[in-house]
Protein backbone atom coordinates (compact mmCIF):
# COMPACT_ATOMS: atom_id res chain seq x y z
CA UNK A 1 0.00 0.00 0.00
CA UNK A 2 1.34 3.36 -0.69
CA UNK A 3 2.07 6.00 2.00
CA UNK A 4 2.95 9.57 2.01
CA UNK A 5 3.55 10.78 5.41
CA UNK A 6 4.11 14.47 5.78
CA UNK A 7 5.95 16.17 8.45
CA UNK A 8 7.81 19.45 9.69
CA UNK A 9 5.05 21.72 9.38
CA UNK A 10 3.92 24.67 12.13
CA UNK A 11 4.50 28.02 13.03
CA UNK A 12 6.99 30.19 12.14
CA UNK A 13 7.42 33.96 11.98
CA UNK A 14 7.93 35.80 8.48
CA UNK A 15 11.39 35.59 7.29
CA UNK A 16 12.02 32.54 8.78
CA UNK A 17 13.23 28.75 6.79
CA UNK A 18 11.29 25.58 7.71
CA UNK A 19 12.26 21.81 6.21
CA UNK A 20 9.48 19.73 5.06
CA UNK A 21 9.89 16.54 4.80
CA UNK A 22 7.70 13.15 3.10
CA UNK A 23 8.56 9.93 4.22
CA UNK A 24 7.46 7.83 1.05
CA UNK A 25 6.52 3.50 1.33
CA UNK A 26 4.78 0.91 -0.27
CA UNK A 27 6.20 1.50 -4.03
CA UNK A 28 9.80 1.77 -5.57
CA UNK A 29 10.16 5.45 -4.65
CA UNK A 30 13.52 5.85 -6.99
CA UNK A 31 11.43 4.93 -10.43
CA UNK A 32 9.16 7.98 -9.54
CA UNK A 33 8.38 11.74 -9.72
CA UNK A 34 7.97 13.70 -6.67
CA UNK A 35 6.26 16.98 -6.10
CA UNK A 36 4.93 19.18 -3.59
CA UNK A 37 0.98 20.90 -3.92
CA UNK A 38 -0.20 23.48 -0.97
CA UNK A 39 -3.55 24.69 0.04
CA UNK A 40 -3.88 27.93 1.34
CA UNK A 41 -7.19 28.07 3.92
CA UNK A 42 -10.15 27.97 2.01
CA UNK A 43 -8.11 28.30 -1.26
CA UNK A 44 -7.24 26.13 -4.63
CA UNK A 45 -4.28 23.45 -5.01
CA UNK A 46 -1.06 25.20 -6.10
CA UNK A 47 1.58 23.38 -7.68
CA UNK A 48 4.60 24.09 -5.21
CA UNK A 49 7.93 22.09 -7.08
CA UNK A 50 8.75 18.79 -8.38
CA UNK A 51 12.12 16.61 -8.88
CA UNK A 52 12.36 13.40 -11.25
CA UNK A 53 13.48 10.34 -10.01
CA UNK A 54 17.08 10.67 -10.50
CA UNK A 55 16.96 14.38 -9.60
CA UNK A 56 17.88 15.53 -13.10
CA UNK A 57 14.94 17.86 -13.62
CA UNK A 58 13.38 19.99 -11.07
CA UNK A 59 10.76 22.86 -11.23
CA UNK A 60 9.18 25.51 -9.24
CA UNK A 61 6.31 27.60 -9.58
CA UNK A 62 7.10 31.41 -9.82
CA UNK A 63 5.68 31.97 -6.61
CA UNK A 64 8.59 30.29 -4.64
CA UNK A 65 11.81 29.80 -6.85
CA UNK A 66 14.57 31.64 -5.48
CA UNK A 67 13.29 30.75 -1.85
CA UNK A 68 12.18 26.76 -1.45
CA UNK A 69 14.62 23.89 -2.64
CA UNK A 70 13.62 20.74 -3.53
CA UNK A 71 15.28 17.64 -2.64
CA UNK A 72 15.09 13.97 -2.05
CA UNK A 73 17.10 11.08 -1.00
CA UNK A 74 16.56 7.93 -2.52
CA UNK A 75 18.01 5.79 0.17
CA UNK A 76 16.12 6.92 2.64
CA UNK A 77 12.84 7.09 0.15
CA UNK A 78 12.29 10.86 1.65
CA UNK A 79 11.20 14.26 -0.16
CA UNK A 80 12.19 17.32 1.10
CA UNK A 81 10.80 20.71 0.59
CA UNK A 82 13.56 23.43 2.48
CA UNK A 83 11.40 26.90 2.91
CA UNK A 84 13.48 29.99 3.21
CA UNK A 85 12.37 33.94 3.54
CA UNK A 86 8.57 32.34 4.55
CA UNK A 87 6.02 35.14 3.68
CA UNK A 88 1.94 35.02 5.48
CA UNK A 89 1.24 33.74 1.88
CA UNK A 90 3.32 30.68 2.13
CA UNK A 91 0.50 29.75 5.07
CA UNK A 92 -0.80 26.66 3.67
CA UNK A 93 -1.34 23.08 3.87
CA UNK A 94 1.25 21.18 2.05
CA UNK A 95 0.97 18.01 -0.01
CA UNK A 96 3.45 15.46 -0.78
CA UNK A 97 2.01 13.88 -4.09
CA UNK A 98 3.50 10.09 -6.27
CA UNK A 99 3.81 10.93 -9.83
CA UNK A 100 1.21 8.48 -11.60
CA UNK A 101 3.55 7.68 -14.10
CA UNK A 102 7.17 5.59 -13.91
CA UNK A 103 10.36 7.70 -14.77
CA UNK A 104 8.05 10.43 -16.03
CA UNK A 105 9.61 14.01 -15.87
CA UNK A 106 6.28 14.90 -14.37
CA UNK A 107 2.36 14.21 -14.54
CA UNK A 108 -0.42 14.04 -12.36
CA UNK A 109 -0.97 12.19 -8.68
CA UNK A 110 -3.21 9.90 -7.83
CA UNK A 111 -1.45 9.28 -4.29
CA UNK A 112 -0.79 12.22 -1.79
CA UNK A 113 -0.25 12.71 1.87
CA UNK A 114 -2.50 13.74 4.42
CA UNK A 115 -0.76 17.41 4.22
CA UNK A 116 1.34 19.12 6.98
CA UNK A 117 -0.11 22.48 7.54
CA UNK A 118 2.54 25.27 7.60
CA UNK A 119 1.43 29.12 9.40
CA UNK A 120 3.45 31.83 8.50
CA UNK A 121 3.21 34.76 11.53
CA UNK A 122 4.97 37.31 13.65
CA UNK B 1 3.68 29.99 -17.45
CA UNK B 2 0.68 28.24 -18.68
CA UNK B 3 -2.29 29.14 -17.36
CA UNK B 4 -5.53 27.27 -16.94
CA UNK B 5 -8.86 28.68 -16.32
CA UNK B 6 -11.78 27.08 -15.37
CA UNK B 7 -15.44 28.28 -16.04
CA UNK B 8 -18.00 28.39 -14.23
CA UNK B 9 -16.36 28.95 -10.85
CA UNK B 10 -20.13 27.52 -8.91
CA UNK B 11 -22.15 25.30 -10.59
CA UNK B 12 -25.55 24.56 -8.75
CA UNK B 13 -27.24 21.37 -10.15
CA UNK B 14 -29.61 18.77 -9.06
CA UNK B 15 -29.01 14.85 -8.70
CA UNK B 16 -29.25 13.47 -11.94
CA UNK B 17 -27.96 16.47 -14.07
CA UNK B 18 -25.60 16.17 -16.58
CA UNK B 19 -22.79 18.54 -15.74
CA UNK B 20 -20.40 20.26 -17.67
CA UNK B 21 -16.64 21.95 -16.17
CA UNK B 22 -14.44 23.59 -18.94
CA UNK B 23 -11.03 24.23 -18.48
CA UNK B 24 -8.69 26.41 -20.68
CA UNK B 25 -4.71 26.54 -21.54
CA UNK B 26 -3.41 29.90 -22.44
CA UNK B 27 -1.04 27.29 -24.41
CA UNK B 28 -1.58 23.83 -26.19
CA UNK B 29 -0.54 21.37 -23.64
CA UNK B 30 -1.86 18.77 -26.35
CA UNK B 31 -3.48 16.06 -23.59
CA UNK B 32 -1.36 16.42 -20.38
CA UNK B 33 -4.63 17.04 -18.62
CA UNK B 34 -5.91 15.63 -15.24
CA UNK B 35 -8.92 16.44 -13.47
CA UNK B 36 -9.35 15.99 -9.63
CA UNK B 37 -12.44 16.32 -7.32
CA UNK B 38 -11.92 17.66 -3.64
CA UNK B 39 -14.35 16.92 -0.64
CA UNK B 40 -13.58 19.73 2.27
CA UNK B 41 -10.82 17.94 4.73
CA UNK B 42 -9.42 15.69 2.00
CA UNK B 43 -6.66 15.31 -0.65
CA UNK B 44 -7.45 15.08 -4.33
CA UNK B 45 -8.78 12.57 -6.10
CA UNK B 46 -7.95 11.98 -9.85
CA UNK B 47 -10.36 11.08 -12.05
CA UNK B 48 -9.03 11.68 -15.38
CA UNK B 49 -5.51 11.74 -16.81
CA UNK B 50 -4.51 12.53 -20.52
CA UNK B 51 -7.63 14.87 -21.28
CA UNK B 52 -9.68 11.51 -21.48
CA UNK B 53 -8.19 8.54 -19.56
CA UNK B 54 -10.53 7.16 -16.63
CA UNK B 55 -8.50 6.57 -13.20
CA UNK B 56 -9.40 3.23 -12.75
CA UNK B 57 -11.90 3.33 -9.95
CA UNK B 58 -13.32 6.22 -11.08
CA UNK B 59 -17.49 5.62 -12.10
CA UNK B 60 -18.20 5.80 -15.82
CA UNK B 61 -20.28 8.64 -15.71
CA UNK B 62 -16.97 10.95 -15.44
CA UNK B 63 -15.80 11.66 -18.72
CA UNK B 64 -13.04 14.12 -19.90
CA UNK B 65 -12.40 15.29 -23.75
CA UNK B 66 -10.29 17.97 -25.49
CA UNK B 67 -7.19 18.63 -26.22
CA UNK B 68 -4.60 21.67 -26.87
CA UNK B 69 -5.90 24.30 -25.05
CA UNK B 70 -9.99 23.45 -24.39
CA UNK B 71 -11.05 20.42 -22.54
CA UNK B 72 -14.26 19.36 -20.54
CA UNK B 73 -15.15 16.90 -17.96
CA UNK B 74 -18.85 16.00 -17.99
CA UNK B 75 -20.47 14.14 -15.02
CA UNK B 76 -23.51 12.39 -16.99
CA UNK B 77 -25.91 11.90 -14.46
CA UNK B 78 -24.77 13.88 -11.10
CA UNK B 79 -24.96 11.75 -8.11
CA UNK B 80 -25.16 13.05 -4.46
CA UNK B 81 -21.35 11.87 -4.23
CA UNK B 82 -20.24 14.44 -6.95
CA UNK B 83 -21.04 17.35 -4.55
CA UNK B 84 -17.17 18.67 -4.87
CA UNK B 85 -15.06 21.15 -6.09
CA UNK B 86 -12.94 19.86 -9.46
CA UNK B 87 -9.96 21.22 -10.45
CA UNK B 88 -8.30 20.59 -13.82
CA UNK B 89 -4.50 20.48 -13.93
CA UNK B 90 -1.66 20.80 -17.23
CA UNK B 91 1.63 18.42 -16.68
CA UNK B 92 2.78 19.60 -20.25
CA UNK B 93 5.90 21.69 -18.60
CA UNK B 94 6.86 22.89 -15.75
CA UNK B 95 5.75 25.07 -13.65
CA UNK B 96 2.52 22.80 -13.43
CA UNK B 97 -0.40 24.56 -13.69
CA UNK B 98 -4.16 24.12 -11.37
CA UNK B 99 -7.42 25.63 -12.76
CA UNK B 100 -8.92 28.07 -9.71
CA UNK B 101 -12.19 25.08 -9.47
CA UNK B 102 -15.48 24.71 -9.76
CA UNK B 103 -17.44 24.15 -6.78
CA UNK B 104 -20.02 21.88 -7.75
CA UNK B 105 -23.54 22.53 -4.80
CA UNK B 106 -26.54 21.42 -4.53
CA UNK B 107 -29.51 23.10 -6.17
Known amino acids: EVQLVESGGGLVQPGRSLRLSCAASGFTFDDYAMHWVRQAPGKGLEWVSG????????GYADSVKGRFTISRDNAKNSLYLQMNSLRAEDTALYYC???????????????WGQGTLVTVSS | DIQMTQSPSTLSASVGDRVTITCRASQSISSWLAWYQQKPGKAPKLLIY???SLETGVPSRFSGSGSGTEFTLTISSLQPDDFATYYCQQYNSYPLTFGQGTKVEIK
Open chain 1, 51 to 58: ISWNSGSI
Open chain 2, 50 to 52: KAS
Open chain 1, 97 to 111: AKDKGKRSGGSCYVY
